[in-house]
């Protein structure tokens, strides 16, 4: 689950504004391939093999968690059968690895053998390239990237950190009048991706793909090297640490990095992921 505080930067005071807790199932376009799907019942009501929800990125059908190996071929199958767009069905080894925010392994129970396991997921009309190995890329974020970008006026200077694949700077610059916006990602193969979905656009609008410019390093140093008070908007997932004392310090020196790069007025997206059951304490 994802829950965002949107905050404004007004004369050194940082009111937090408010708070939009996501659904854990959201759907991306009302579309079936891109939304989280269901394999629980069949046409004549039986239950079938498999998960209740996964998710539908371009033409890879992924599991969170990888079943039973005796389980491959069955619910391979049926997912397959489901939706003849899928080419491919996966399943995630383990959660976001290492400050490069890779997903971990990803094995291929069903459908081509692809490596690396790179699809072009079409989210509200805008193609972003996806390393499913190598980046974290969720369409149950879509929504919010629609709510973001409904937000910005002309003329805006944006800056995304930890851009991953770069799907909000993609997005912002295909939907919105923005001057420019600067992505800032660590992950090689992530930003590999991004430069790859802006050749996308820039077939598509030349002028919307040249607002997009990325910077490749590790935030700290990154920001460093930006004019402060520069960016009408930021947005920055909050990075995670190991305990809750490890969490609040991480915190507490990211933002003192970023909310310098506003400039007075400016809004900064501060993003968080955690589950059910850590509400409402989180």
Not at 230 to 242: E, I
């Amino acid at each position: 689950r994802a829950m965002s505080a949107d905050t404004t930067r007004d004369f050194g005071d940082m009111p937090l504004l408010g708070i939009d807790g996501g659904d854990e199932e959201v759907g991306v376009d009302g579309r079936e391939e891109s939304n989280g799907a269901s394999l629980r019942k069949n046409g004549l009501g039986k239950s079938r093999v498999g998960p209740r929800h996964f998710d539908v990125i371009g033409d890879v059908a992924l599991l969170s968690s990888l079943p039973p190996p005796e389980d491959w071929e069955a619910i391979g199958a049926a997912i397959l059968a489901e939706n003849r767009k899928i080419r491919i069905v996966a399943a995630r080894r383990g959660g976001l690895q290492t400050d490069l925010r890779a997903p971990g392994s990803v094995d291929i129970i069903a459908g081509q053998n692809r490596s690396p396991l790179l699809t072009t997921h079409v989210e509200f009309g805008v193609r972003l390239v996806v390393n499913l190995e190598a980046a974290f890329f969720s369409p149950r974020m879509g929504p919010e990237r629609q709510r973001i970008c409904a937000q910005v006026v002309s003329g805006e200077r944006i800056c995304v950190l930890f851009a991953g694949c770069g799907p909000e700077a993609l997005q912002l610059a295909a939907k919105t009048d923005a001057e420019a916006i600067v992505a800032v990602e660590l992950n090689v193969e992530a930003l590999r991706c991004a430069r790859r979905s802006r050749d996308l656009l820039e077939r598509s609008s030349a002028e919307r793909a040249g607002r997009i410019s990325f910077v490749e390093g590790d935030v700290r140093k990154a920001v460093a090297q930006l004019e402060a008070g520069s960016f009408h908007r930021v947005l920055a997932p909050r990075p995670k640490g190991l305990t809750a004392e490890e969490d609040a310090s991480i915190s507490q020196e990211f933002l003192g990095c970023l909310l310098p790069l506003l400039r007075i007025g400016g809004v900064c997206h501060w993003y968080d992921f955690v589950a059910d059951w850590e509400f409402p304490k989180c």
